[in-house]
């Protein structure tokens, strides 16, 4: 007679089934903060300026000791550190990514997001049950407080911490964009929502014949302002503040959304795509910057889990396939449209009019 245990051995055997998978999702939570916490310690901006032993580090950032090296070592297991050595005579070292992606220092930075899923959305993310059962935003306003932007826009650190947080998330994409994107028969280019600025710079200077705008609402343009001085570009991107729902839009050769339209519901996305399609002329494009979702549904999963993130940040948003782009954008008037691959999950699907 096979026992419970040796019959479930066999079961497992027989379909050739490992809960690895399960396990390792499940407990991802371990990994996520790990890095996070990693990076709101500043640690990777340590590192970069030159490796360190466990105890450097400890004085370095203001850690008690306790846990320290196994907090080094799992880093190491994720292939966030490189170490040489072991124990207390171990030199860790950041690896090529997070030297070039999580060094606050260089342009490259991308740990903006970070900082916010850390300060922000980490706890959010405990009510995602809530969520899926009423509909309902789980942010900051669960407790009453003020909307998600009435709250970042209401101080200045919050804004730039949030502006940021968008920018670095989308800088490698709006490097492979600007490069990638054929801007020989455009001359002119409006980034609605354009937060920082950042693909403005980004087209501007890789394309020294485009004039640029950066539009988005007052208390972003600050933020915007300092880093295209900080560029050197104030001369062909221009920031304008304004509201793309109710003010006129710029009438530009291109107009850019990046991760704009999945914050909003199906309603307010046909109008801010026919308000786009009202401001270009004939030849224009639009592109939407976002994690697109697989017209099958069964591969971004960053894309489908964002969509959720919409759930817990917005009243009515949520991510999108190409497919339903598409139908979108034919329905505003636009006669065809394309998808360029950009950097991981994302890319830009574009339509002509």
Known sequence: MIMGNERETKIREKVNADPSHILNVGMGFFASKTLLTAVKLNLFSVLATRPLTANDIKYEICLNGRGLLDFLDALVALGFLERKGKGDAAVYSNTNETNMFLDKNKMTYVGGILEMANNRLYPFWNYLEDALRTGSPQNETRTGRKTLFEEIYSDL????????????????????????????????????????????VRVASQNPHMICVSYDLPPVSPIALENVSKMGMAERVKVQSGDFFTDTIPSAD????????HGFGLEDKRKLIERAYNALPSGGAFVVIENIIDNERRNNSFGLLMSLNMLIESAEGFDFTEADFNDWVMEAGFDKTTIMPLAGPTSAVIAFK
């Open 254 to 261: 291109v107009i850019v959304m990046g991760n704009i339209l």
């Open 157 to 200: 650190d919050k804004t730039r911490e949030f502006v940021n947080a968008m920018s670095g998330i989308q800088a490698d994409n709006f490097r492979i964009f600007a490069n990638k994107f054929d801007f020989s028969s455009y001359r002119t280019l409006c980034d609605l929502g354009g937060a920082g600025a950042q693909l403005s």
